[in-house]
């Protein structure tokens, strides 16, 4: 089973909200990433937990704000977005940093 | 650094018909992998086929397969009897196979691939 599951599908947000995007995978992968994209763009990291420790932070602003609480489960906490932060977040998983990706269906996050 | 490059936006190819999607990349490493990637309307990035550098022979995965030529850092996808399920974004992408998470996944512009019945 090469499931990576998200939740919500789709979320709307004013830019005062505060929401959290959650991603899931029981494949004992111990690499999870988070991606934004953008319509007919290729994904852009934002970050990487290795292990639960966070590896990579793309410059992503502080209004994003990871978080790995076990091996299973990622987090991106959402503060004080613009319009422009509106994308469809992917999160994708790896059994390994050197191992294929395995992606989850997203989130298609809007801000208004 | 390493660069991917897909030189065609948008293909298009007839039901049962078969195409070829183009990848070429840049790197001064000897150990990688490569990918693509299928991402449908419905969004979700899916696996198609992976290849990992030291292997001579071409990866296949059903009615995919690709042409590998590493002299010519040259990674191309051919659809065999193309399907309307195989519309979609192709993208190529890149890693290399040491350095851990800190071992970005690079990715190319994509191919638009549509399919006409």
């Known amino acids: 089973d090469t499931e990576v599951t998200q939740t919500p599908k789709h979320l709307v947000m004013g830019m005062t909200n505060k929401k959290s995007l959650k991603c899931e995978q029981h494949?004992?992968?111990?690499?999870m990433y988070w991606y934004k994209q953008k319509a007919k763009k290729p994904p852009e990291l934002m970050f990487v937990?290795?292990?639960?420790?966070?590896?990579i932070n793309e410059s992503v602003p502080s209004r994003f704000s990871p978080e790995c609480p076990n091996s299973s489960l990622l987090n991106l906490h959402l503060h004080a977005l613009q319009p422009e932060d509106s994308a469809l977040y992917l999160c994708?998983?790896?059994?390994?940093?050197?191992?294929?990706?395995?992606f989850g269906p997203g989130t298609r996050l809007t801000v208004t | 650094a390493q660069t991917v490059t897909q030189s065609q936006p948008e293909m298009s190819v007839q039901e049962a018909e078969t195409v070829t999607l183009s990848c070429t990349y840049d790197t001064s490493e000897s150990d990688y992998y490569l990918f693509w990637y299928k991402q449908p309307p419905s969004r979700q990035m899916i696996l198609v086929i992976r290849q990992e550098a030291y292997k001579q022979q071409n990866a296949t995965e059903n009615r995919f397969s690709v042409n590998f030529q590493k002299a010519a850092k040259s990674f191309s996808l051919k659809i065999s009897d193309s399907q309307l399920g195989d519309a979609a974004m192709y993208f190529c992408a890149y890693r290399k196979n040491y350095g851990g998470a800190t071992n970005k996944l690079i990715f190319g512009t994509g191919t638009l691939l549509a399919v006409q019945p």
């Open positions: 494949m004992g992968h111990r690499a």
């Open positions: 937990y290795s292990y639960e420790k966070l590896s």
């Open positions: 994708a998983s790896s059994l390994a940093g050197s191992y294929e990706q395995y």
